[in-house]
């Protein structure tokens, strides 16, 4: 596609519920990168995809969380078992490599209730 | 580990005017890349413009300019002839050049608020 698309756009949960966020990144783009964004804050690193290869999952803030991209391309962002301090903005954001700076979708906000 | 520091939570400009934001950061790597990005009440992130460290000139987007003083870690971005379309929350970032694995990772300041007044 033309740009990073990620749904849905807003998601209300319900604290100890699971949710999966979707991320269809450009097509033909290698890295795929999640963050997290924290109301007025930058960004934080959650998870690194080279195609298929979770190369890094540091930022990941806790075991209830678990991402994957099993052919290369699409990504989902699992949260189990949600709290309220879950309540964030998710970006992804794909890249063909380099240092050329991605390309990020709208995010989804996730609010827990 | 980096670290990026962006002073300034909010800031406001009158129309057509110039305004500029702060960034300072913190790595003990020689080469790497920052970067501006905007975003705004759609909360899609968008690239402003983009700085490699190995390469004095400063870069240059248009209206968009950067001052990169690079043995003080800073990378201040100037914005000349501020549009009411440039309100948005602005974030500076980092990232290691070498290629492969999360070198690619960027690391985010805090961001700054800027209004532009009609």
């Known amino acids: 596609g033309a740009g990073v698309s990620q749904s849905p756009r807003y998601k209300v949960a319900k604290r100890g519920q699971d949710v999966a966020l979707r991320c269809d990144p450009i097509s033909g783009h290698v890295s795929l990168f999640w963050y997290q964004q924290a109301l007025g804050q930058g960004p934080e690193f959650l998870t690194y995809?080279?195609?298929?290869?979770?190369?890094?999952k540091s930022g990941l803030p806790s075991d209830r969380f678990f991402a994957e991209r099993p052919e290369g391309s699409v990504s989902t962002l699992k949260i189990q078992r949600t709290q309220q301090e879950d309540s964030a903005v998710y970006l992804c954001?794909?890249?063909?490599?380099?240092?050329?700076?991605?390309?990020f979708g709208s995010g989804t906000r996730l609010t827990v209730v | 580990a980096q670290t990026v520091t962006q002073s300034q939570p909010e800031m406001s400009v009158q129309e057509a005017e110039t305004v500029t934001l702060s960034c300072t950061y913190d790595?003990?790597?020689?080469?790497?890349?920052l970067f501006w990005y905007k975003q705004p009440p759609s909360r899609q992130m968008i690239l402003v413009i983009r700085q490699e460290a190995y390469k004095q000139q400063n870069a240059t987007e248009n209206r968009f300019s950067v001052n990169f003083q690079k043995a003080a870690k800073s990378f201040s971005l100037k914005i000349s002839d501020s549009q009411l379309g440039d309100t948005a929350m602005y974030f500076c970032?980092?990232?290691?050049?070498?290629?492969?694995?999360?070198?690619?990772?960027?690391?985010f300041g805090k961001g700054t608020l800027l209004t532009v007044n009609p």
């Open positions: 790595t003990s790597e020689n080469n790497y890349y």
């Open positions: 995809f080279q195609n298929e290869a979770q190369l890094d």
């Open positions: 970032a980092f990232m290691n050049r070498y290629s492969g694995g999360s070198n690619y990772k960027l690391t």
């Open positions: 954001a794909s890249s063909s490599g380099g240092g050329e700076g991605y390309t």
